[in-house]
């Protein structure tokens, strides 16, 4: 890796962490430049500026999520159990995403993009529902949004209580059982 890239991806780092912690208002280009070794003038140079940066970090995380948990819509319960356990690993994504709705687009799709972001997932829950594994009753749109939303209900975007992956195991377990009880409930294979 260059000196360059080694200075970039570092920013990328404090960036994520910083923005997650604190927001795109609360974030701060000094404490950024400073945790990741490098400069303001070097930030600027990268990414051009707090906005801009932020846009980088949130697609990184959104594509890493996207492609870390690939959906199986002939098992959307264990979907939304991985969905919980990559939550539990990287809670700064979440983070990050509530940040953006907070603070940037407070209704509609989280990103412009989103439509490229789920077409294949949409087109995965829409198979399975012709193969009669998903009532059809639901739109695809419907079944991912909900499902997703049940992954997140211990996330740090749930208003009732976040998990941390120091709990104890058991109570991760009964969690995933939950979660995997709620969606194959919620979205039975279509009646005959």
Partial sequence: MKPGEATRERILAAATAEFAEFGIAGARVDRIAANARANKAQLYTYFGGKEALFETVFAASLDGIVNAVPIDATDLPGYAVRLYDEYLEHPELVRLATWSRLERRSTGHL?????????????????????????????????????????????????????????????????RAVIRRIVSRSFPPARS
């Fill in 111 to 175: 990103t412009a993009n989103a439509d490229q972001l789920d077409a294949a997932k949409l087109a995965e829950i829409e198979k399975a529902q012709r193969a009669g594994l998903i009532d059809e009753w639901f739109t695809p749109f419907e079944v991912l949004t909900t499902v997703i939303a049940i992954s997140m209900t211990w996330s740090p975007a749930s208003a009732t209580f976040t998990a941390s992956k120091s709990e104890e195991s058991t109570t991760h377990d009964r969690r």
